[in-house]
């Protein structure tokens, strides 16, 4: 339990909206979801539109709380009124538009947008901006207007502003989802290594496959349930299931399993283009 | 073309205008106003102009760019001018037509009420031009704080301010890319009569303002998340602090007034 940074035992959750019993029973969001995240990992969420991903992204943090179950943040229960702000202050959140989240018109001022919140000193706030700033590699544009940065420095100025929070853990809810390539391998960049040098805990909840592959575990969700919890090599060489709830594997993983299914030697634990391409030398040589 | 419009512009210049406590800022301010309506003397037109003239140069802001901002109120003042100039009735009759009338006093108010509002347009929008408004708005919170004993939402509203301000170029890029949208769809919006273009106005509105809401609505659960409660136990990044050269600066500025004011008395 020690170890948990989020343990969610038996949620279930359906909006407000739909109060008419029977009604509520078909439009469950969450469907009995149990799940156990260590802290210092690495995990990412997948599913399509509307499998309730963000949902449980957003009990995470206590911005949302289940009808039924429990929702620990580093042992703290998200129902109780209590530990709020402590679980908001453990458990960061960042959204996929970066103009929704930043506040202020100068990148310094919104990233200390937390710490003023949390009443942190003025000379500490200034140290954990520059920190943070630093650690999202956009020190050099503190001074500039949120307006005139690309999507990608934009992201990570949201980043900056939950790091500067000094949270455990950092729910990312499809971070690159309105990004160009460039933004999107920048946000990456920054998530990976705040996730192996600051040992922060990443939830990364993605579409998108590539995304997915760099994490330790893939928790893949459908309707609300938990559909498979393995590691990404596990996972993703399950393409059929894959593709029967509507996800696609990495192209690589789709190669490797299509070769394999067409009688050569070849493992569909494939999720990196290194891996495929040592796979498919290996192939050519042997015939 | 939207984004040519600019609201409360700030002008980026290393001046020691610029680098005045804000605070002491808006209060100048305000005394240069009292100044300008303490007394009904040229006199008072003069040392009102040649305290904007003093601050323009201090500040490094270009008189070109001052001068344009009196431009959008071109019609208040000619407005103004006319209505002093028919309905003021003192001194020798000069003109009249039936019932309009032009009397020395009212050619002597209408230019006086002119001069004056030019002064206060320039003096104003030297505050704006010379503070940012993140810097404005954390002023006016600290001016209004004595308010919160009334309980009037000071921090709300200076917070209020400053995502207005945050928003505007947001919003406006937004409504430049409706208009086109609703242009690549063959919306007629800037020609036809007036009628049709403030029709053709809806389709334009409606979707930004769907658009505004849901912003809205994702920027507060982003600030709920970073631990927003109001602002009670708020800390802040930039303190303000008064120094030697703020003391000054409202020094010289009581000065102004209590000169404007001394003359009125003097021509008395």
């Known amino acids: 339990m020690a170890n948990n940074m989020i343990q969610a035992k038996n949620l279930i959750f359906s909006y407000p909206a739909d109060s008419e019993p029977e009604k509520k029973q078909n439009n469950l969001i969450l469907k009995n979801i149990s799940l156990e995240i260590k802290k210092g990992s690495f995990t990412a969420i997948l599913g399509h539109n509307g499998s309730g991903k963000s949902t449980l992204a957003k009990h995470m943090n206590a911005i949302l709380i289940a009808d039924e179950g429990k929702l620990f943040v580093d042992g703290l229960d998200s129902s109780q009124e209590e530990n709020l702000f402590a679980i908001r202050q453990k458990a960061g959140m960042v959204f996929q538009n970066p103009d929704n989240q930043i506040v202020a018109t100068i990148v310094e001022e919104d990233v200390a947008f937390a710490p003023e919140n949390l009443g942190v000193p003025p000379e500490e706030i200034r140290k954990r901006v520059d920190n943070a700033l630093k650690a999202v590699k956009m020190y050099e544009y503190r001074n500039h207007a949120p307006t005139q940065l690309s999507g990608g420095q934009k992201q990570r100025v949201a980043i900056a502003g939950v790091i500067a929070m000094q949270p455990d853990c950092i729910i990312l809810d499809e971070p690159t989802a309105m990004l160009d390539p460039q933004g999107r391998q920048e946000v990456m960049e920054i998530i990976l290594k705040l996730n192996q040098e600051q040992k922060i805990t990443v939830i990364l909840i993605t579409h998108y496959m590539e995304e997915a592959a760099l994490a330790e575990r893939v928790v893949v969700i459908d309707n609300g349930q938990i559909i498979l919890d393995d590691s990404p090599k596990k996972v993703f060489s399950q393409v059929d299931k894959m593709k029967k709830i509507g996800l696609d594997v990495p192209q690589v993983t789709e190669l490797a399993w299509e070769l394999n299914k067409a009688g050569y030697a070849i493992s569909t634990e494939i999720i990196t283009e290194q891996e495929c391409l040592t796979a498919l030398e290996k192939l050519l040589l042997e015939r | ?268």
Request: aromatic letters at 10%; proline letters at 4%.
């Open chain 2, 1 to 268: 073309m939207l984004k040519d419009i600019t609201l409360g512009q700030y002008f980026p210049v290393d001046s020691m205008i610029h680098k005045l406590d804000p605070r002491f800022k808006i209060i100048n301010t305000m005394l240069f106003i009292i100044m300008l309506f303490s007394g009904n003397y040229f006199y008072n037109l003069i040392i009102g102009a040649v305290f904007v003239i003093l601050v323009q140069i201090l500040s490094k802001i270009p008189f070109k760019i001052s001068i344009k901002s009196i431009k959008p109120i071109l019609p208040i003042l000619i407005f103004t001018a006319i209505l002093n100039l028919v309905f003021i009735d003192s001194g020798e009759t000069l003109w009249h037509w039936n019932f309009l009338k032009i009397t020395e006093g009212g050619i002597y108010t209408s230019v006086f009420m002119i001069g004056r509002i030019i002064l206060l347009i320039l003096g104003s929008s030297l505050l704006t031009y010379t503070t940012s408004p993140i810097l404005l708005t954390d002023a006016i919170e600290y001016l209004l704080s004595p308010l919160k004993k009334i309980n009037f939402p000071v921090h709300e509203m200076a917070m209020m301010m400053s995502i207005a301000l945050r928003f505007i170029p947001t919003l406006l890029e937004e409504t430049d890319k409706i208009i086109s949208a609703q242009k690549a769809r063959g919306a007629m919006i800037d020609n036809g009569k007036l009628i049709d273009r403030v029709k053709a106005m809806i389709p334009i509105l409606i979707p930004l303002f769907v658009s505004a809401f849901r912003r809205a609505e994702e920027l507060a659960t982003a600030m709920e998340c970073r631990c927003y409660r109001g602002g009670e136990g708020r800390t802040r990044l930039r303190q303000l602090k008064a120094t030697g050269k703020d003391y000054c600066s409202l020094m010289i500025c009581s000065l102004f007034l209590i000169i404007s004011v001394m003359l009125n008395f003097i021509i008395n």
